[in-house]
């Protein structure tokens, strides 16, 4: 795909988005990057903008992470000295026609877009992505649960709260590391196929009652489910991860309160930017090329 012709703003995220503006600039398109960690020798064909406005500035695409907004709307950019809020002024800024594609917008972002004629293309549920990226997200959610606990996961009961595309690999994985692994899912078809790869499945309604027996708790679903009083079910120091998009899927104040090890594990691809950032790439580009062969066919 040739963007000799575009102009693409990448705008937030981590040490991902190095690759994804390296991979953009090598399909020839001009890329301005802010928000992201800058590396100090640079990023090959990529100027660094000074601020967001900057970046976006007569863009036709901007790349916001796939890793969500904060609860009042800010983009994922832990590195950006300010936050970054795609409001109205900064897609205003935008070339027309102009598209914003990202992992997931929340309400604000997409009534905005609405309002300016710019085109949302969102791929926070696109499984072939996720499941490129999914090796590195259980890494690092392996990773995590190490630093963050004091037995092994061997011999370990613990409880992985959804089997989607990340749910299940992190399940199978903990299998393989000789945990007893309890899976609670609303679908039944995910509670046989957890149980095939030799997970002990319940359904959600079941949580209280699995609750004590766990010293784990590992969500993938970006919805509330692990509230207080589950929380408190849980033996003494739990640890307790969110590995969900906001608003994630526990409580994690609640967790606290409690006496529990609380973890939002945001962000675990960064563990591998350049593997993650490339299948990242493969997913944005496919969606350019969808938009740019259908903005010629109409006109």
């Known amino acids: 795909m040739d963007l000799a012709e575009r102009t693409i703003a990448v705008v937030g995220g981590d040490e991902r988005e190095q ?4 991979l953009a600039a090598t399909a020839g398109a001009a890329v301005r990057g802010f928000g992201f960690p800058w590396p100090a020798d640079g ?4 100027t660094h903008a000074g601020t967001a406005i900057e970046a ?6 901007a790349l916001f992470p796939i890793p969500g907004q904060a609860a ?3 983009l994922f950019a832990p590195e ?19 598209a914003v594609i990202l992992g997931w917008p929340d309400e604000a972002l997409s009534a905005t877009a609405a309002q300016l004629g710019i085109e949302i293309s969102e791929y926070e549920h696109d499984v072939e992505l996720m499941l490129l990226r999914g090796p590195a997200i259980v890494e690092g959610a392996i990773g995590a649960i190490i630093a963050n606990t004091r037995v092994t996961i061997h011999n370990s009961d613990v409880l992985v709260v959804g089997h989607g595309s990340i749910g299940r690999l992190l399940a199978r994985t903990l299998v393989l590391l000789g945990a007893r692994v309890h899976v609670a899912a609303r679908n039944p078809v995910q509670r046989a196929d957890a149980l095939c790869a030799g997970c002990i499945p319940h359904p959600l309604e079941d949580l209280a009652q699995v609750a004590p027996t766990t010293c784990m708790v590992l969500s993938t679903v970006p919805h509330r489910i692990v509230d207080e009083a589950i929380l408190a079910l849980l033996p003494p120091k739990s640890l307790v991860m969110d590995l969900a998009a906001p608003p994630g ?9 409690l006496g529990h ?22 997913g944005i580009a496919r969606r350019i090329a969808e938009i740019e062969s259908r903005r010629r066919n109409e006109g």
């Open 56 to 61: 976006i500035s007569g863009a036709d695409y």
């Open 80 to 98: 950006s000295p300010v936050p970054i809020y795609p409001d109205a002024e900064l897609l205003g800024a935008m070339n027309k026609p102009a």
């Open 19 to 22: 690759e994804i503006a390296r």
């Open 261 to 282: 090890r609380a973890v939002w594990a945001r962000g675990l691809g960064r563990r591998a930017p350049i593997t993650v950032g490339a299948s990242q790439w493969q």
């Open 72 to 74: 009042d709307g800010a």
């Open 43 to 46: 990023i090959d064909g990529v």
């Open 249 to 257: 899927g526990i409580d994690l104040a609640a967790a606290e309160r």
